[in-house]
């Protein structure tokens, strides 16, 4: 067989294995927002508690809306509890064209991933979210009166939500850039002023209050997150 028919059915082969995972993930992620769509009601309920002293019900404006929103809150919690699996079995694809100089704990790289993104979400949930959604609310009461659909609002939380999350993996990236040789704690130092100044614009942008306490809580986190990234990388050096 002509070395062009190798390569042929090694990409094939090499899909056929890729297919296999990605089944397996969506598997994991249907059998996650199944499990999920047991417990969306209080989901939903616990979603709207920060806003619950400035907004008191949620409307719906269409038949379907409803059942478009227990689907999107129980996929939502489907993926967090499916991600551990479906991260594995992305992992085991993966794995084989990782060199083997390159040491790669996955367990404790999904710890950490999984510890972050939900860490970002409890911050987003107990800063972020309350504080943001009362001046949204209440600014130009006077003019109009606020009337939510239950769609729109859960779509701004989970957005927010999930924003934050991906935020919160700051020191994730910058260690597996590092780990792959991309980049260096030393440049990590050189652009801090400049990380810094686009986390203040984001954390202006999302948290639109004119208290500079409230802004203040919300850079500080994504400060430190920054600085921890440095050492992390460092840390990745020194021990690789």
């Known amino acids: 067989m002509s070395p062009k028919n190798n390569n042929y ?3 094939i082969g090499h899909l056929e294995v890729l297919r296999r995972h990605l089944l397996y993930c969506l598997g994991y992620l249907i059998l996650g927002t199944i499990i999920s769509f047991i417990v969306s009601e209080k989901i939903i309920q616990i979603l709207h508690y920060p806003s619950t ?3 008191d019900k949620l409307i719906f404006t269409y038949p379907t809306e409803m059942v478009i929103t227990y689907f999107k809150v ?6 967090i509890i499916s991600s551990p699996a479906i991260l594995y079995n992305l992992w085991l694809f993966i794995k084989p064209a990782v060199p083997k100089e390159i040491k790669f ?3 404790l790289w999904l710890l950490a991933i999984l510890t972050l993104f939900v860490s970002g979400i409890f911050f987003a949930y107990v800063t972020i979210l309350p504080y943001g959604l009362k001046f949204l609310l209440t600014f130009g009461a006077k003019v109009a009166y606020p009337m939510i659909s239950l769609n729109n609002y859960i779509s701004f939380v989970l957005t927010i939500l999930v924003i934050t999350g ?3 993996e700051m020191p994730i990236f910058c260690a597996m850039l590092t780990k792959l040789k991309i980049l260096t704690p030393t440049f990590l130092r050189q652009k801090r002023k400049e990380v810094l100044f686009t986390l203040i614009t984001f954390a202006a942008i999302m948290t639109p209050t004119t208290d500079v306490f409230n802004l203040i809580l919300f850079v500080l986190p994504m400060v430190l997150l920054y600085e921890i990234s440095i050492w992390v990388s460092y840390l990745v050096i020194k021990f690789s």
């Open 9 to 11: 059915l090694s990409v």
């Open 53 to 55: 002293t400035f907004l």
């Open 74 to 79: 129980s996929l939502f919690l489907g993926a």
């Open 105 to 107: 704990n996955f367990f």
């Open 166 to 168: 991906i935020i919160f």
